[in-house]
């Protein structure tokens, strides 16, 4: 059974950091497309940055020079690193693990965690 399990949310202050992890078990992430997707309230949820074993890390371009993605392979864990945050990066953010090739497409992603909650105050 594949179980992603994130920890890392928090609450900061415009400008402020952050470090999400997301701990996979179940299921060797070096041969899937592990994302990052937030979810604000009322909105769909949309990728932030999705990291492959064969392809450069993607980013949407809200987060491009903020966010990085990487992964540790031998704990099997998936990061996002948020620096600069901003008001509008508050959101659910949640870990996906899904078929290679999956990119930004949420529908490709068949595994979810629960998600932790990042809140940036102005």
């Known amino acids: 059974q594949v179980q992603l399990v994130e920890s890392g949310g928090g609450s900061v202050q415009a400008g402020g950091s952050l470090m999400l992890s997301c701990v996979v078990s179940?299921?060797?992430?070096?041969?899937?497309?592990m994302g990052w997707f937030r979810q604000g309230v009322g909105e769909e949820r949309r990728a932030v940055a999705i990291?492959?074993?064969?392809?450069?890390?993607t980013y949407v371009d809200s987060v491009k020079g903020r966010f990085t993605i990487s992964h540790d392979r031998v704990k099997n864990t998936l990061y996002l690193n948020m620096t600069n945050l901003k008001p509008e990066d508050s959101a659910v953010f949640v870990c996906?693990?899904?078929?290679?090739?999956?990119?930004?497409?949420?529908?490709?992603?068949?595994?979810w965690g629960r998600g932790v909650e990042v809140a940036v105050s102005s």
């Open positions: 990291w492959s074993a064969v392809a450069r890390p």
């Open positions: 996906a693990a899904g078929r290679r090739g999956a990119g930004l497409s949420a529908q490709w992603y068949h595994y």
């Open positions: 179940g299921a060797d992430m070096w041969n899937m497309d």
